[in-house]
């Protein structure tokens, strides 16, 4: 079998035409031409199609992995947000409590001095003493917590972007399968409205070529003859 193939102007498409003079014979063929072509054809598109199914599976495994990450320091930067509060809220309590002691102290101190005065007044400045070290350890504390919520925050936002990194990889990766398909035939096969065989006007114009060429051969037959016949008769 002998086809005819030709590539359409501005596109992919292949057309390809087969010559017969039996109508039907020619489409059937045609027709069992687009099924082994897809059939062959069908085990390739499958397995590239399955070496992008598989990159997908991958990164969503992948993006999996890094929510799981994200939902891990999320949770770290609540604890830590819960321990600030309470920090905070302990040192303004140490920072109430060494004012109110000040306060009293003084007020000790500003009366006559005697010795259970003087026994008040060291007790409360040893005791403010001890307040001022506790908010000062308090104050670390939340030094080293807020660092701790600054540091999450911007793991935070570094792992925000891989998984958007990652999605836009599954989405280019996804586009490239889909774009991966079988031939598809775009045209079902039809009759030419102008059959191969008989072609009456090829043959017409043959008949007269040929005609011309037989009456211009005859033609010169017969005055060769008559001038053999004149110069015999002379």
């Known amino acids: 079998l002998t086809f005819k193939t030709k590539i359409l102007s501005g596109s992919s498409a292949l057309k390809v035409t087969y010559a017969t003079s039996k109508e039907e014979l020619g489409l059937q ?3 069992d031409l687009n099924k082994q072509i897809i059939i062959k054809y069908e085990a390739i598109v499958n397995y590239y199609k399955g070496e992008w199914e598989t990159k997908i ?7 999996e992995d890094i929510k799981a990450i994200l939902e891990s320091i999320n949770n770290e930067m609540q604890i830590v947000a819960k321990t600030i509060n309470r920090l905070e809220e302990e040192k303004n309590l140490v920072k109430e409590n060494t004012a109110s002691l000040i306060k009293q102290r003084d007020k000790f101190v500003s009366h006559e001095e005697d010795n259970k005065n003087v026994l008040s007044a060291l007790l409360f400045t040893n005791t403010i003493q001890q307040n001022i070290t506790l908010e000062r350890d308090y104050g670390d504390d939340l030094n080293m917590y807020i660092s701790m919520k600054e ?4 793991q935070l936002e570094k792992t925000k972007i891989k ?4 999605q836009e990889t599954i989405k280019n990766y996804e586009l490239s399968k889909s774009m991966i398909q079988n031939i598809q035939v775009l045209k079902s096969p039809q009759k030419n409205f102008y059959p191969i065989s008989p072609n009456k006007r090829k043959n ?3 008949a007269f070529v040929v005609g011309l060429l037989m009456t211009i051969f005859l033609a010169f037959l017969i005055e060769y003859v008559v001038r053999h ?6």
């Open 29 to 31: 063929i045609l027709n």
């Open 163 to 166: 998984i958007k990194t990652i």
């Open 57 to 63: 599976i991958q990164k969503k495994l992948e993006m």
């Open 204 to 206: 017409v114009l043959m």
């Open 151 to 154: 540091g999450f925050s911007l």
């Open 229 to 234: 016949k004149n110069g015999k008769s002379a």
